[in-house]
Each structure stands twice: as C-alpha cells, then as structure tokens.
C-alpha cells in the first residue's frame, strides 16, 4: 500500500480529508489491528508517517502525562 492509497481509503470511509499525519497514523494503526493490514505494509507506512512527524494517539497521551 502507497501513502496515496492509505489517504484515498480514509478521505472513503470517512467522507472528509485527514487533518494531519497524526489522523492518518491512528487510522492505519486501528486497519493494521483489524488485521485489514499485513506487517510487512504497516512497518512500511508506520515508518513514513513516524518520519513525517506523526505521534499516535497513545504515545500522544502518553507524552501528556510527563508534562
């Protein structure tokens, strides 16, 4: 899966663009998690998106609570 298609599969099955990496890194998580997703394409994006500057909402929370 190319970054255009992860986009393209969200803007579908939510009628609305992402507002960020961040949108898109806790959409593909939840894909990869309901097994919609091999391993071996989610390390491929995760990796892109981590890159992009994307924190997911865990590590969001997480970051939250050190402050």
């Known amino acids: 899966m190319h970054i255009h298609d992860l986009v393209d599969r969200y803007m579908t099955e939510r009628n609305y663009m992402p507002e960020s990496v961040n949108d898109l890194l ?17 390390r491929h994006i995760f990796a892109y998106l981590h890159k992009q500057g994307a924190i997911s909402a865990f590590d969001y929370k997480e970051l939250q609570k050190s402050y």
């Not at 806790?26 to 989610?42: A, H, M």
């Open 26 to 42: 806790d959409y593909y998580q939840y894909k990869y998690i309901i097994g919609e997703i091999d391993i071996k394409d989610y």
